[in-house]
């Protein structure tokens, strides 16, 4: 599960940036608030990716996906965005979930 959600995860951190670029240019927001929140948002993606074995990271998760999706207003493209990530997230931590519980029984197997 880790590697998947990994993945899901940094890509989510650049999206977010490059969001942060385009909002630059079409909101109204200041540039000093857009990228405080910007960069805190691409920070916690980073380092959540190191945290996913602990108790609680994938609902930490799944709050990073709500609040990509509620950035679509301030970029209103960001729904569609935050829609396909969370769409990501379910499918890496479902499937992940899977790829481990056959890693065990093979290992098991095999022990």
């Known amino acids: 599960m880790r590697t ?3 993945s899901t995860l940094i890509s989510e951190a650049m999206v977010i940036g490059f969001a942060a670029l385009v909002a630059m240019k079409l909101s109204h927001v200041s ?3 857009l990228w405080t929140v910007s960069g805190v948002a691409m920070a916690l993606c980073v380092l959540l990716c190191g945290a996913l074995n602990r108790p609680g990271a994938v609902a ?5 996906q709500i609040a990509l999706i ?5 970029v209103g493209m960001m ?3 935050g829609a396909v990530f969370a769409a990501l997230w379910w499918a890496s931590v479902h499937y992940g979930r899977k790829i481990d519980a056959i890693k065990a029984q093979r290992a098991a197997a095999t022990a």
């Open 60 to 64: 930490v998760g799944w709050v990073i």
């Open 31 to 33: 540039s000093t608030t």
């Open 70 to 74: 509620a950035s679509g207003a301030v």
């Open 79 to 81: 729904y569609g965005l």
């Open 4 to 6: 998947l959600c990994s």
